[in-house]
C-alpha cells in the first residue's frame, strides 16, 4: 500500500508478557519515528531512525521498551515484561528527509492493552 | 513539561460558520508548526504548517496563522463542514536540533454540526 502499516492494530497482554509491535513505513522514507499516545493525550516521541541508525531514543520511557530497524526499512518496538501502564496507542510516522521539512505521515497505530 | 498547549479539549461550531482553534507554545526555539487531522482509530493525518518567518499559510478553506512574540498560533477553518469534525493537534518542531521530533499539544476535539 502507499501508507504507513502497522500491526497488529490492537494488541492485548498480560502484565509481564512482552510485546512486538511493526512498523512498514512508506517506501523509500528514511526517517522513522514511534510516539506513544496515552488517553487524552497527544502523542509523545519515543525514539527517532534515520535508515537503519537509530540517532535519539530519548524519548523511551524505560529500558524495558527497545526498538530496531535493521536494513532500513520496516521498525520494530518490542516492550518486555509488559506494565499497565504502557497501555496507550503507539504510532509510527515516516517521512522523506530527516523529518524537519517535511510532515511525517502516520500510520494507523496499534492500541496495546495490558491486563 | 507540556511545550504546545491547547487550551480547549473541545469545540462545537454550526456547518458554514468559522472554527478557529488555538495553540501556544513555550519553547521559544521551535521553529515550524503543524496541524494534524485525526479521525477515531486512524492516525493523524498532516494539515497544513507554517514556518517561523512566515506569519499566515492558506490552503483552501483552511489557515493557519502565527503571532511568535506570543508564542500563538491558530488554525481557521472556513466554512466549516460536518466532515471537519475531528480531533485537531498542534505540533512544532525545533529543525535545528531534533532531527524532526513533533511536539504535539493535547487536541481539540472539533464538533462541526448541521
Known amino acids: 500500500g502507499a501508507g504507513v502499516s502497522q500491526s497488529p492494530r490492537y494488541k492485548v497482554a498480560k502484565r509481564g508478557q512482552d510485546v512486538a509491535l511493526r512498523c512498514d513505513p512508506i517506501s523509500g522514507h528514511v526517517s522513522l519515528f514511534w510516539y506513544q499516545q496515552a488517553l487524552g493525550q497527544g502523542p509523545e516521541f519515543l525514539t527517532y531512525?534515520?535508515?537503519?541508525?537509530?540517532?535519539?531514543k530519548s524519548g523511551l520511557p524505560s529500558d524495558r521498551f527497545f526498538a530496531e530497524r535493521p536494513e532500513g526499512s520496516v521498525s520494530t518496538l518490542k516492550i518486555q515484561r509488559t506494565q499497565q501502564e504502557d497501555s496507550a496507542v503507539y504510532l509510527c510516522?515516516?517521512?522523506?528527509?530527516?523529518?524537519?521539512?517535511?510532515?511525517?505521515?502516520f500510520g494507523d497505530g496499534t492500541r496495546l492493552s495490558i491486563l | 513539561d507540556q511545550q504546545v498547549k491547547q487550551n480547549s479539549p473541545s469545540l462545537s461550531v454550526q456547518e458554514g460558520r468559522i472554527s478557529i482553534l488555538n495553540c501556544d507554545y513555550t519553547n521559544s526555539m521551535f521553529d515550524y508548526f503543524l496541524w494534524y487531522k485525526k479521525y477515531p482509530a486512524e492516525g493523524p493525518t498532516f494539515l497544513i504548517s507554517?514556518?517561523?518567518?512566515?506569519d499566515k499559510n492558506e490552503d483552501g478553506r483552511f489557515t493557519v496563522f502565527l503571532n511568535k512574540s506570543a508564542k500563538h498560533l491558530s488554525l481557521h477553518i472556513v466554512p466549516s463542514q460536518p466532515g471537519d469534525s475531528a480531533v485537531y493537534f498542534c505540533?512544532?518542531?525545533?529543525?535545528?536540533?531534533?532531527?524532526?521530533?513533533?511536539?504535539f499539544g493535547r487536541g481539540t476535539q472539533l464538533t462541526v454540526w448541521p
Open positions: 531512525f534515520q535508515n537503519e541508525a537509530q540517532l535519539d
Open positions: 505540533a512544532a518542531i525545533n529543525r535545528g536540533s531534533t532531527l524532526g521530533r513533533l511536539y
Open positions: 510516522a515516516s517521512s522523506t528527509l530527516q523529518g524537519g521539512y517535511q510532515p511525517q505521515h
Open positions: 507554517i514556518s517561523s518567518i512566515k
